[in-house]
C-alpha cells in the first residue's frame, strides 16, 4: 500500500490539511501538486490511499484541479476527499470532487470539511486550521484509517447538489507596492501565466483567478489584494461568514 497526499493549495491551508489526514495511515506518504497544469500524476494501485484536498473556490473544485484529476487514472485505489473552505460554507465542491474521482476508477472512503483561513477576505478563518482544528483534524484521519484497515470500502453520503452551483469567482487580482525588488517570484510561481516576467507588476485580469498563490511566494510582501475590493468582499460575506463553522466529516 502506498499513500499520496494530493492538494491543490496556493497558499498553504490546504496542504496542512492533506498532510494531517494522510498522517493517520502510518505511512510516508507521497506529495503530488495540482496546482501545475500538466501536474506529474502517480501511477496507482487497488490498495493505494489517496488524500484529495482541494479549496472550495465559489462552491466548485478549481478549475486546474479538475483539470488533472481528470488525467489521473484511480485504479479501484481509496479516496478521501479533503475540501477546505474560508468559513462560509463548501457547497458543491466535495460532491464534485467525489464525481471527478469516481469517473476516473476511485473509491471514496470518507470526507472531510476543514476551516481554513479565507485565501482573499482573510479576517474570515483567520489562524485557521488552529492548534484544536490540528486535534480534530488528526482525530478524523484516525477514524478514517482505522475504517481503511477494517476493511470497510462503503462510501458514505456526500453533501452537495446535482447539477452543481454555478461557477462565479469574484476576480480580484493583487496590487504591487514599492517593496517589489523584481525577483520575478511572482511571475515564475503563476500557474495560469497571469505575471508577465518582463514587468510583474502587471496582471492579466482574463487569466488571474485570485489563488494569491503570487501573493504567498513574495519574499518582500510586495504584493497583497486591493483594499477596497477586499473591503467589499468582506461586507458581502460578512453575514454568512459571522459564525464560527465547524470542520466535518463524513465516514
Given at each position: 500500500m502506498k499513500v499520496y497526499t494530493m492538494y491543490f493549495s496556493p497558499t498553504g491551508g490546504t496542504e496542512r490539511v492533506a498532510r494531517i489526514l494522510s498522517g493517520a495511515f502510518g505511512v510516508r506518504a507521497e506529495s503530488v501538486e495540482l496546482l501545475w497544469q500538466g501536474a506529474a500524476l502517480p501511477t496507482l494501485e487497488s490498495e493505494d490511499v489517496c488524500v484529495v484536498a482541494v479549496p472550495a473556490y465559489g462552491g466548485r473544485v478549481p478549475f486546474l484541479a479538475a483539470e488533472n484529476l481528470s488525467r489521473l487514472e484511480g485504479n479501484g485505489a481509496a479516496a478521501v476527499l479533503a475540501v477546505s473552505f474560508g468559513n462560509r460554507a463548501i457547497d458543491d465542491t466535495m460532491l464534485e470532487l467525489r464525481d471527478l474521482l469516481v469517473a476516473r476508477g476511485f473509491r471514496v472512503l470518507a470526507g472531510v470539511e476543514a476551516v481554513t483561513e479565507h485565501s482573499l477576505a482573510r479576517c474570515y478563518g483567520s489562524g485557521r486550521p488552529s492548534d484544536e482544528d490540528e486535534v480534530e483534524l488528526i482525530e478524523f484521519g484516525t477514524r478514517i484509517a482505522a475504517k481503511w484497515k477494517s476493511?470497510?470500502?462503503?462510501?458514505?453520503?456526500?453533501?452537495?447538489?446535482?447539477?452543481?452551483?454555478?461557477?462565479?469567482?469574484?476576480?480580484?487580482?493583487?496590487?504591487v507596492s514599492d517593496a517589489c525588488i523584481g525577483c520575478r517570484r511572482c511571475a515564475r510561481g503563476c500557474p495560469v501565466k497571469a505575471i508577465p516576467e518582463h514587468d510583474v507588476r502587471i496582471v492579466d485580469a482574463e487569466r488571474c483567478f485570485s489563488?494569491?498563490?503570487?501573493?504567498?511566494?513574495?519574499?518582500?510582501?510586495a504584493r497583497s489584494n486591493a483594499p477596497e475590493a477586499c473591503a467589499a468582499l468582506r461586507e458581502r460575506l460578512a453575514e454568512r461568514c459571522a459564525t464560527r463553522k465547524e470542520n466535518k466529516i463524513y465516514l
Amino acid at each position: 500500500m502506498k499513500v499520496y497526499t494530493m492538494y491543490f493549495s496556493p497558499t498553504g491551508g490546504t496542504e496542512r490539511v492533506a498532510r494531517i489526514l494522510s498522517g493517520a495511515f502510518g505511512v510516508r506518504a507521497e506529495s503530488v501538486e495540482l496546482l501545475w497544469q500538466g501536474a506529474a500524476l502517480p501511477t496507482l494501485e487497488s490498495e493505494d490511499v489517496c488524500v484529495v484536498a482541494v479549496p472550495a473556490y465559489g462552491g466548485r473544485v478549481p478549475f486546474l484541479a479538475a483539470e488533472n484529476l481528470s488525467r489521473l487514472e484511480g485504479n479501484g485505489a481509496a479516496a478521501v476527499l479533503a475540501v477546505s473552505f474560508g468559513n462560509r460554507a463548501i457547497d458543491d465542491t466535495m460532491l464534485e470532487l467525489r464525481d471527478l474521482l469516481v469517473a476516473r476508477g476511485f473509491r471514496v472512503l470518507a470526507g472531510v470539511e476543514a476551516v481554513t483561513e479565507h485565501s482573499l477576505a482573510r479576517c474570515y478563518g483567520s489562524g485557521r486550521p488552529s492548534d484544536e482544528d490540528e486535534v480534530e483534524l488528526i482525530e478524523f484521519g484516525t477514524r478514517i484509517a482505522a475504517k481503511w484497515k477494517s476493511g470497510d470500502r462503503k462510501e458514505p453520503p456526500i453533501p452537495g447538489n446535482r447539477p452543481y452551483r454555478e461557477v462565479k469567482y469574484a476576480p480580484m487580482s493583487p496590487v504591487v507596492s514599492d517593496a517589489c525588488i523584481g525577483c520575478r517570484r511572482c511571475a515564475r510561481g503563476c500557474p495560469v501565466k497571469a505575471i508577465p516576467e518582463h514587468d510583474v507588476r502587471i496582471v492579466d485580469a482574463e487569466r488571474c483567478f485570485s489563488c494569491m498563490h503570487c501573493v504567498k511566494v513574495c519574499p518582500t510582501g510586495a504584493r497583497s489584494n486591493a483594499p477596497e475590493a477586499c473591503a467589499a468582499l468582506r461586507e458581502r460575506l460578512a453575514e454568512r461568514c459571522a459564525t464560527r463553522k465547524e470542520n466535518k466529516i463524513y465516514l
